[in-house]
């Protein structure tokens, strides 16, 4: 069995992973065209932020050479696949044949610029998986004390977290229409806002950006009302799928921009699987097209598509109910599901209530908590939750999951054994879900 694996991330470095535990035999080759490994994505603000002092120290598990190397398994680093024959089943990389039996796409993707006029390049960044932009960036953010980020999601908030940890006075967030509109509705958005600007970052929103330039060693952002001075722009501006070498070979790319694959993870090619964030997703509330490019994603594909092209398709992938966490200024937001004015656009009638707690376990040092939850009046489902506080909320967030994904009734949601201890932090989440089935009657 012979195994080529386009990518070395999450996805390709599980897939090779998962091939090589049930196929001792089995050679598995893996090209990257980057020169180095790196670290986790999701772990790269601690280091701009100045928590973890190199990069070195980010580096684990399949993000180093040994785990290639003591699992018998071919890194090409440096090595950049141009072509697949399909027909002969081979690949081409720096010019070179590799044979395939089965080939699984873990290709990523790569950040959005918007073309504003006057924008050239210089001092302006974004962030890939690559870690060389990462180091690239960190540098500029250790010589610098101001910027301007452009952009609402969490990538473009994380890094706002970490430039005020490292001491950025002036700090500028531009966002076009809402914070986090893709994970939170206006109302949690709001507690969100509220946190940035207690803690000293400037929010323009609406933020109508006429053009970007540099003079003398600074840059400028335009708007229709004002100029802002800075010494870079960042943008988080989202992200989008590799599909290039899918496209020129043939494969099919659905509707949302990434390649189109079956429950096995199968592009329109059988032989070769497509996973991570250039694959199409869907969600399992109404098995809607989407993408979805978080870590855990791929790390759950790369396991059941290293498996299936060895065992023969043994594994269906389900879809995904969009867990999301992310850290914020000390305050830790998830959602799960879709937002209300996502579930309203594809035709679901919603109904949904807003809690907060802001005394409830504070005479035992409990911090305060904001809930919307969304549900389905005709299924009596839940569709969509969102959370916002200072304590952790992971647990919360991933029981709600399983709630969505299994279709749960509220009135058995409510009803689920909860472990309490007044020493720990206990489950809040029984008072807004009493809440929801008091709104829909």
Known sequence: MKVCIIGAGDAGAIAALQIRRLN??????????????????????????????????????????????????????????????????????????CAYDKAILALGTTPIIPAFPGSDGKNEFALSTDIMDSRTFRDAIVKHSSAAIIGGG????????????????????????????????????????????????????????????SKNGKKYVILSDRELEIDFVFFGTGAEPNVKLAQKVGLEVGETGAIVVNPYLQTSDPDIYAIGDCMENWDMIISSKRRHQLATNAIRTGYIAGRNAILGNKISYGGTVMPFITKIFDYQVGAVGFTEKEARDKGIETISTTVNTPYLREPRGGKPAWYKLIAEPKTQTLVGAQLISQEIVSGTIDKLAVAVANKMPLIKLVQIDSCYSPHVQEDQIAVPIQRLIDELG
């Not at 994505?41 to 993000?63: A, H, N, Q, T």
């Not at 699992?71 to 697949?84: K, W, Y």
């Not at 908030?157 to 076009?176: H, N, P, S, T």
Request: proline share 3%.
């Open 24 to 97: 001792s035999e089995a050679q598995i080759d893996v090209f990257n065209k980057r020169t180095e490994l790196g670290c986790n994505p999701c772990e790269i603000p601690l280091v701009l932020s100045g928590i973890v002092s190199k990069w070195e120290d980010l580096y684990r598990g399949y993000r180093i050479t040994p785990f290639y190397e003591k699992r018998n398994i071919t890194l090409h680093l440096n090595t950049e696949v141009t072509d697949i024959l399909r027909d002969k089943k081979e690949i081409i990389a720096n010019g070179e044949k």
């Open 154 to 213: 969490f990538i473009a908030l994380e890094i706002a977290d970490a430039l005020k940890a490292r001491g950025y006075g002036k700090l500028y967030l531009l966002v076009r229409r809402n914070i986090m509109r893709a994970h939170l509705d206006e109302e949690i958005a709001e507690r969100l806002r509220q946190v940035l600007l207690e803690s000293g970052i400037e929010l323009i929103m609406p933020a109508k950006i006429e053009r970007i330039s």
